[in-house]
Nanobody, 113 residues
Framework: QVQLVESGGGLVQAGGSLRLSCAAS????????MGWYRQAPGKQRELVAA???????NYADSVKGRFTISRDNAENTVYLQMNSLRPEDTAVYYC???????WGQGTQVTVSS
C-alpha cells in the first residue's frame, strides 16, 4: 500500500550536480516527515537528509552545504538536489516516510574522479 519511486540518478563527474526525485503514495504525504538515505556496497544504509511536515531540514555532516532536500506536497514528491558531488557520494539513494520502514527500489548515483 506504500509506494516510493526514486529517479534521477546517473553518472556524473566530480563537482557536478544531480537532482533526485521520489514520488510517494499510500500514506498521507503532507503529515509525514520524509528522508533520503544512501547505501554504498559493503556499507550500512545511512540517513543523509530529512525534512519535516513544516519544512524544517536536517543533513548529515558529510553532505551539509552541498545537498538540499525539499518537498512538494501538492505533487506528493520529495527532492534531493545534489551539488559539488564527490566520488564518496557514490551509492544507491533511497527515499522513505520516516522513521524508515518502507523503501523504494532506489536510484544509483555514481560520481567519477
Amino acid at each position: 500500500q506504500v509506494q516510493l519511486v526514486e529517479s534521477g540518478g546517473g553518472l556524473v563527474q566530480a563537482g557536478g550536480s544531480l537532482r533526485l526525485s521520489c514520488a510517494a503514495s499510500g500514506s498521507i504525504f503532507s503529515i509525514n516527515a520524509m528522508g533520503w538515505y544512501r547505501q554504498a556496497p559493503g556499507k550500512q544504509r545511512e540517513l543523509v537528509a530529512a525534512i519535516t511536515t513544516g519544512g524544517m531540514t536536517n543533513y548529515a555532516d558529510s553532505v551539509k552545504g552541498r545537498f538540499t532536500i525539499s518537498r512538494d506536497n501538492a505533487e506528493n514528491t520529495v527532492y534531493l538536489q545534489m551539488n559539488s558531488l564527490r566520488p564518496e557520494d557514490t551509492a544507491v539513494y533511497y527515499c522513505t516516510f520516516l522513521p524508515g520502514f518502507h523503501w523504494g527500489q532506489g536510484t544509483q548515483v555514481t560520481v567519477s574522479s
